[in-house]
């Protein structure tokens, strides 16, 4: 075995490092996937933390796509830039990692592949080495192998683990994969680094190890969510998918149907009849939904609605993240009306929050939106096992009587919510202006009685939003703000950068905007609202509900997520440019 | 029962003598006088009592248009949703709750114009839910536009050349797509069209019923003396179970044949294929979650 | 012939008045249309100005129908409230007028028809000399001579009119409605009002007088409009509805499609073939369409959309008026890209507005929309004759050669527009991200290109905007601020208050937000917002695009418009309220 | 030609010699190796260089899917709109100028899933386009949920217990429609494809040809040998002019008939419906307006 990197590495003496981030680069069907799994899977079972992310090009087979892994002694949950361990499987891959090497990082290559050298590389013929093992699908297997050696992971547990992991495909796969694991861990054993993972604290930390879709899933599972419906859409049809697997062991009705049209409103239906419904889309999907969303809005309608966001406009890049669909998420649907907005940042918020969402669109008769993208929904690590809410009453509705009204005019303007064939009750829904008993009207007085009511939730629903997460000293003079998947990392950036006078301040709750938020924000010097999108759409949020003009955004719209690295070094600019103004004198009328 | 905010001209109908279905006071029924939907409305009242359905148990779901006002003056639950989109919220319905009967009422533009899709969707799907079209070749509440359905020559404030798009036929479009029963009827023939709406009804599976109506202040060319020159009942002896002889029957226009012309027993219904109800037949909004189910779920992840 | 009124009327000596206000309710079919149109026509004709507007029910006959008429020696392009004459030809009609009676109004009824009465009322057996003419369809003909007589009409010119009129329908028909509209004069002539209509300056003054949906369709018609497309929904049908009319006389396609996604992309298939497109809509029609909206904004296509409000959510009031769309227009579809949003406030910026629209949308390759409301389209008033702009490059394409690219990257972000089928090149437009040449693209860099490309519009098309227009005296302190068909009556309505230190600002131009407006508007100590909807969707706008914070707030969304009066007093009230909150010492704090 | 962005890993295609509808270098093709759209992508070149049209006077339209992508991978010009959304663009395009083939493209999902009421009354309209749909009974871009065409019982990660909606049959729902020329072919067949491609394109009016292509990375079941095993040529003599006769033929499935199974010249395109093009052929980019027409409009309201 040549390595032509030893050289580099092996002169000095390895350093014990407490996080390892490991990047994998191969085209659709090279096995990548496989390779993640395998890694994290035994350095969850090890006791370490761990991280993976993906992002992957619009096609089935072919292109370039890439899995960021982090295993760390310490809770991970965010994209860092930083790359200990590349792993290119075709030399196409490699601009594609060119940025995040540092000359620390150890590029492991299969040096057939890669004949013109810019660089130290760790040569290991994969691909001589599978042939041998019994044909190319094993170099992910190997592959495998030489990481798990690397990170210190026990050859017997890589072994069984793959031995499990290829059970079904007969005894033969089962032998081939064990082979190559051996051989991975043989090729890994005899590479120098100058650094080494640290051993973990303890055995396992009883956290659950899951994804964005996977956190929304069983939000809506706990939420009571039994119908589901959707158009398949990247990046929402994981959850999806995920809830129609559900729908084989719980209460669920799981429908693909025709159209995002159909999709919203035969979820207004099942909320009607008594089912507690979400639908799960992206932007454009969720763009053809904006006339049904102001149905949910006249006719109270409770829903839940997934919105997972990726670039547009239109088609734009359907397998990337953005932060884009914002405005449109505000402002969906014709006409005045409350909804209210949710935007996860972690997993753990992703699950109490759709939990949640079923009960606000219950109990104020509302539509609820939970914002999420690709970067979301496709990144997964380990966390705290979360801790279900209590499912006290779980349907906000009433059984009906003979003088049943739905849309009884109430102090708080939700009115009891009956459904048909739930008492002696009718329950009348119209989409036109109605009386209370759901009849159409058309005069100025019952109009406005209606639209009254209707809006008279919205001051309710105020008082039940969620405060934004301050982290950070207290006054701090500058403030970076977040909402939804940009918080862990920029936590992580704002750590790194260890500013006392920089505090974080993370929106889950972006609408109706949270009383008492706008206080915290005037507070502070400086404002910069941190997004994953072209224009700030939340920045231009927080200046109409506040009046408060933004002027410091970062911005990111290339269909990437930031990364830890560089969003501390864009915060570290904004700083140093505020700074550097401060010390000049005033301009006049400025 | 409730006062509807009555217009006070409105057009006062006899109230059905104990039909639980008709209201017990007067109410306003915006449809102008000698419209066709005035006699669907009574032969829809007619089926509804006959078949002895309980009223609480009724659901009628409807887009909007003049057809899709339906809802509005019959006495039961509604859903009167957005223009077009009548049948997924009916489909919903049917499928949360089972013991629901689920009508949807629409105009030719309601189901075939802005809701062609669902219709075609609908149909794959087969819920036991029964769909009434007023078909009147015209857009009536935006005041006369043309329809899906209207006849090559009609010339309206839009289609000021005349109509030239051949008409759909929504009989032999649900042929096509094996919708499990479908009739058509002359509404104005309020015992016929009661008749069949009762036999639509009960049909287990998505039934179609293509109702001709007069539209007597915008389409002055398809008035009832047109419609009853331009039908035929089906002779007697024709089985509808035969979907390609249903198909040649179907596409006969101008006269256009009436009555039940497809109907098939092959298919199941939505809700019976849903597993939710292979064990039981208790309602959606009569389960509940249990805290343990959440916990295993999690469990996979640890 | 009874005259309940002559006593309180005949009393007082005739006042001269320079502008009369007439109100016809009746229901659908009752033909009070019919009377709006021969009063105004010929008080058009004998050199008054006329106003005119109506409001209706969703209901084809039956229910109460209401027309405003407003005949003056000058200008008139606004809803007052004041009532002259009013005319219920029905009972139900009565309490539709109540609040707009004075002791002054005359009331004229059919006094056979009104058993009990409840105030003084001018008894006119209209029915009882209908059936005298020849049938009850008479009625209205004769109430239309009645106001004739009233008004100062010749009465031969009134029945040459009605001849004229009537013409088509044979002699029969013409004769008795000139037996009609003489046995209205009869007894209108025998009326003694406590006022009279001054004389018209001239003759006539070379105006035309036309709808607000005439406007815009003719707007269109100078746009160089060749293609229009839409689904029929009120108020916007109108529109289409001309445009179809103008079709058979200029090279028009009008199609009616399947429904509004249909609509919008039909309309980008359009421009993409070299035609300009005209798409027309309402609320719940236009929130369907905003995924071909943000289609409109990644193919970079121009687009002209017609979007006439109505109140929502969903159905709502379909056939009444609300400027709530506005936020909807400003955020529709997914993803970041520039848009123009005009509103016009008369019918001359409705024509100019629509006709400059095609220009915009074509010069920038992006959608521009138009938005009016219910009471735009359906009110008319007669107007300066409307100057066309030239017509110089009606098509901003270019012959392509074999090396064009769609998207060639430009300076100001605008590129060469081509369309197939004109050149020796091919022309390439993709709904995802693209290269130059309209291909697809994934990769960062490419996607930051092209966002920025889209984006650079903005910053061109900001310097085209049109100010608001400002009315009254310079450095006025107190600013009222408009935008859309609330125009017109906000300036009737300041006139009418007459304070010098209340100044108008009126906003044709919406999005995006025009520069220097800023400045006007933080130039005020008070800005008072008047917008037809619940929330004040203008005034957030304007709190987010200056930080100026807008808390007086004059809003309306019972489905009708403002009337003069009614904004002259919401006007008075809220300077009256800020004015005492000043002589109060400021709070700690606030 | 252009430096198509290739991925360095494309599969790199033959270039046709001297097809101009061809790319004279190689470009990066986003469909899986041995993904059925290979073969049609060939037909398609083929039958438009046989056609012998002007590459300038070509224009594709789609929507958005995998069969969707075709106009990528022909050097023409093309519309690549929305999901579901390429038929109205493309009647808007012939209609603003007749002098383009304008040909439509889109998997099964696209024109049949969200796209259905687009294809109804694209039918009506009858423009002089043609369309090709793609039907690999799947939705191959997100990877593998059922379409409107799957088979019953194909399960997929949403259709867990299996599809149990009818599959939608393009064929039998043209028919109903009367679109004027209706065709099935197995695109494997390379020179079949082509042959009727070309009739299709040829033909004046709406042309819909169903293309059973094989999706080999999601779906499993309805591969190459099943479509070979289940398909059958129409019989020879088959007459597809008549309507009834070509439904009877549509509706049998597994075997599906291939080939021209209804055509019919009774119906008139929609442009040649339009009133502008009665004296004159000049597409609308050609026409003006003069200032004399506005100040004639105007004078209407004096
Ligand atoms: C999205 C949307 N588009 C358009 C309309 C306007 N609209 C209401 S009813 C209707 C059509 C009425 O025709 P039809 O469905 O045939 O019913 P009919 O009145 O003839 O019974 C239309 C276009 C609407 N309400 N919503
Ligand atoms: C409005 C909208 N909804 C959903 C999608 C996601 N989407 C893209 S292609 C596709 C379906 C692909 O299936 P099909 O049309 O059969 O084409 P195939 O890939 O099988 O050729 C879907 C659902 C989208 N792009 N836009
Ligand atoms: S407009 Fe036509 S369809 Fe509507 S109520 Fe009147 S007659 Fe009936
Ligand atoms: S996923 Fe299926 S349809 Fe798409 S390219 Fe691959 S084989 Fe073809
Ligand atoms: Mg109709
Ligand atoms: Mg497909």
């Known amino acids: ?590 | 029962m409730k006062p509807r905010n009555a217009d006070p001209r409105s057009e006062v109908h006899d109230i059905m003598a104990k039909n639980q279905f008709d209201f017990d006071q007067p109410i306003d029924i915006a449809w102008c006088p000698g419209c066709g939907d005035h006699a669907i409305r009574k032969a829809l009242l007619a089926a509804l009592d006959e078949l002895k359905l309980s009223r609480e148990k009724v659901v009628l779901v409807s887009g909007i248009g003049q057809a899709a006002k339906m809802p509005q003056y019959i006495n039961a639950s509604f859903f009167n949703g957005l223009h077009g989109r009548g049948l997924p919220p009916a489909t919903a319905i049917k499928a949360c709750n089972p013991e629901l009967t689920v009508i949807a009422v629409g105009g030719d533009g309601d189901m075939l114009g802005e809701g062609g899709n669902h219709l075609i969707h609908c149909a794959r799907r087969n819920p036991d839910i029964t769909l009434f079209i007023h078909e009147n070749m015209i857009y009536g509440l935006t005041k006369g536009q043309a329809a899906p359905t209207s006849r090559p020559g009609l010339i309206t404030p839009v289609q000021v050349e005349g109509v030239f798009e051949n008409p759909l036929n929504p009989v032999a479009l649900a042929i096509s797509l094996d919708v499990t029963f479908v009739a058509r009827v002359l509404g104005n023939d309020v015992e016929r069209t009661k008749e069949i709406m009762k036999r639509a009804i009960s049909h287990k599976g998505f039934s179609i019923v293509d109702i001709f109506q007069p539209c007597v202040s915008f389409n002055k060319t398809n008035t009832f003396q047109w419609f009853k020159d331009n039908t035929f009942e089906l002779p007697s002896g024709y089985d509808p179970s035969d979907r390609a002889k249903a198909f040649a029957m179907a596409i006969k226009e101008e006269p256009f044949p009436l009555g039940v012309i497809y109907e098939t027993a092959t298919r199941k219904p939505f809700e019976g294929n849903l597993r939710i109800y292979r064990n039981s037949k208790a309602p959606l909004y009569r389960r509940e979650r249990t805290m343990s189910e959440i916990e295993g779920e999690l469990s996979a992840f640890d």
């Not at chain 1, 096995?31 to 350095?43: C, D, H, N, R």
């Not at chain 1, 000359?103 to 041998?132: C, H, Y």
């Not at chain 1, 402002?331 to 992703?350: C, K």
């Open chain 1, 1 to 590: 075995m040549k390595n032509s990197g030893r050289a580099d590495y092996g002169a000095r003496k390895a350093m014990l490092r407490p996080d390892i981030s490991i990047a994998l680069v191969g085209e659709a069907g090279q096995g990548i996937q496989s390779i993640e799994t395998i890694l994290v899977s035994l350095a969850r079972a090890k006791g370490y933390h761990v991280y993976a992310t993906k992002e992957y090009m619009s096609r089935v087979r072919g292109g370039i796509n890439s899995t960021s892994v982090r295993i760390s002694t310490s809770p991970v949950d965010a994209l860092a830039d930083r790359v200990d361990i590349a792993i290119p499987l075709l030399p196409a891959g490699l601009p594609y990692l060119k940025k995040r090497l540092t000359k620390n990082t150890a590029l492991i290559v299969d040096g057939s592949l890669f004949p013109q050298k810019t660089r130290a590389m760790i040569d290991i013929p994969l691909a001589a080495i599978a042939s041998e093992v019994g044909g190319a699908i094993y170099a992910n297997t190997i592959a495998a192998g030489v990481v798990c050696a690397i990170i210190g992971v026990d050859e017997s547990a890589a072994e069984s683990f793959v031995a499990d992991r290829f059970a079904q495909k007969g005894e033969a796969v089962v032998a081939r994969n064990k082979l190559a694991i051996k051989r991975g861990f043989d090729a890994g054993r005899e590479i120098d680094l100058s650094f080494r993972l640290a051993r973990p604290s303890k055995k396992k930390s009883g956290n659950i190890t899951l994804a964005g879709a996977d956190a929304v899933a069983l939000g809506a599972l706990a939420g009571g969510c039994d119908y589901v419906c959707g158009y398949p859409m990247s990046p929402s049809t994981g959850v999806l998918e995920r809830l129609a697997a559900y729908s084989q062991r719980h209460d669920i009705i799981a429908e693909q149907v025709e159209d995002e049209i159909g999709v919203i409103n035969m979820a207004l239906g099942a909320w009607y009849a008594g089912a507690r419904a979400l639908i799960t889309t992206s932007g454009g999907g969720f763009a053809l939904m904006c006339e049904g969303l102001s149905l949910a809005g006249m006719i109270e309608s409770p829903l839940v609605a997934h919105l997972a966001q990726r670039p547009g406009p239109a088609t734009g890049l359907p397998t990337r993240t953005e932060q884009g669909d914002l405005n449109l998420a505000l402002y969906a649907g014709h006409g005045d009306f409350p909804r209210i907005i949710l935007a996860p940042g972690t997993l753990e918020e992703g699950f109490t929050l759709t939990q949640r969402a079923f009960d606000l669109a219950d109990r104020y008769q509302v539509p609820v939106l939970i914002l999420t993208d690709q970067y979301f929904v496709d990144t997964y690590y380990d966390t705290k096992r979360f801790k279900p809410a209590a499912m006290g009453d779980r349907r906000s509705i009433v059984e009906t009587d003979a003088s049943y009204k739905r849309y009884s005019v109430t102090r708080n303007g939700v009115s009891p919510r009956g459904i048909p064939g739930f008492g002696k009750g009718i329950v009348c829904v119209d989409s036109d202006e109605h009386d209370e008993s759901g009849y159409i009207v058309e005069d100025a007085e019952a109009r406005v009685l209606m639209a009254d009511k209707r809006m008279r939730k919205a001051r309710a629903i105020n008082k039940a939003a969620i405060k934004p997460t301050y982290i950070g000293g207290k006054d701090a003079e500058n403030l970076v703000v977040t909402w939804g998947s940009t918080f862990t990392i920029a936590r992580e950036a704002l750590a790194a950068l260890g500013r006392r006078d920089t505090a974080l301040l993370h929106f889950p709750w972006l609408h109706p905007f949270p009383i008492g938020a706008a206080k915290t924000l005037r507070g502070a010097k400086r404002v910069i609202v941190a997004e994953n999108n072209m224009t700030g759409q939340f920045a231009d949020l927080i200046t109409r509900e506040t009046s408060l003009p933004i002027s410091s955004r970062i911005l990111k719209y290339d269909g990437r997520p930031f990364s830890v690295e560089e969003l501390a070094d864009a915060v570290a600019r904004e700083l140093d440019t505020h700074e550097a103004a401060q010390r000049r004198p005033p301009k006049r009328g400025a």
